[in-house]
């Protein structure tokens, strides 16, 4: 059989071979304005925001005075106050609201999430993310249980570099105004903070906790889930709080006691060490 096409055959493949061509040009170049982002929005509804050079969605709310660094992005249905600054890396979710004069850092991430006036968000802080909620059925296999609700911040917020805030699956999460929550601090779902609190560096609050107005957890400080703590308590440094606190004061130790308890506690375990050395 000769190895030769006849003209008819040749012409066939040869208009295969346009379509697919054809078909390839118009997916790179026309395709290319039509991809949609993760949210299912195209990328051509996103434009550039004239003070600072940053992207938006058009049916954001942004006031005039707000600065959008570039490789920042505010997404869609989001509103951002008057003098609020939002830095290089930022993401802002969709029909996240950030209230005015709020400074937000480097590569923040906001969802499902609401912000306060004249807050400070450091650099990496992470809010309105879901929470850790699992469950395990009959079969042994690990659900997820729906996380749909948001995280709520005050007013005059400050909150420290790479904490995490989640959002809340049957309670909002709520950061009081006025309080200050340092680096590296886990706070999970459904936790209430009252106003006018600092939590220091490496605090970790299980979910559902709620704690009262002007308390202070010292650095590393853990709370259990579903614990209630009333105002106006101090704890100390590396404490663990494994029940509720009823009464206003300081506190220490795993489990946290009140703090005289605590030193007590802590001397005679002191001198029973020294009599087994002796």
């Known amino acids: 059989m000769s190895g030769r096409v006849d003209p008819v055959t040749k012409l ?7 379509v697919v061509c054809v078909s390839l040009i118009e997916l790179v170049t026309v395709g290319k304005s039509r991809l949609e982002d993760g949210a299912g929005l195209c990328h051509q509804e996103f434009q550039r925001w004239q003070n600072g050079g940053g992207a938006f969605h058009k049916s954001a ?13 505010v997404h869609p249905k989001s509103v951002v106050g ?7 890396g930022t993401v802002i ?10 400074k937000i850092g480097y590569n923040v991430a906001l969802s499902n999430c609401s912000i306060g006036d004249s807050c400070v968000i450091h650099n990496g802080v992470c809010i309105g993310q879901d929470g850790f909620g699992f469950l395990v059925d009959e079969k042994g296999n690990i659900l997820k249980k729906p996380q749909l609700l948001d995280a709520r911040v005050g007013n ?4 420290g570099a790479n904490t995490c805030i989640d959002r809340g699956s049957w309670r909002d999460t709520v950061i009081g105004d006025h309080s200050k ?7 999970g779902h459904n936790v209430v903070v009252g106003k006018s609190c600092m939590l220091c560096g490496q605090v970790g609050i299980a979910g559902s906790v709620t704690i009262g107005d002007y308390v202070t957890f010292g650095g590393r400080v853990a709370v259990r889930d579903h614990i209630s703590i009333v105002s106006k308590v101090r704890l100390a ?20 006691v009140p703090i005289s308890e605590w030193r007590r506690q802590v001397a005679s375990q002191s001198r029973t060490s020294k009599k087994r050395v002796d």
């Open 12 to 18: 066939a493949i040869s208009c295969s071979i346009c």
């Open 61 to 73: 709310c942004i006031d005039p005075t707000a600065l959008i660094e570039t490789g920042a992005i």
């Open 82 to 88: 008057a003098y609020v600054r939002i830095g290089s």
């Open 93 to 102: 979710g969709p029909s996240v609201t950030v209230g005015q004069l709020t």
């Open 156 to 159: 005059h917020v400050e909150i």
């Open 181 to 187: 929550i340092d680096n590296l601090v886990q706070i």
């Open 237 to 256: 440094a590396t404490s663990c709080v494994t029940k509720d606190i009823k009464e206003p004061g300081d506190y220490g130790g795993f489990p946290a």
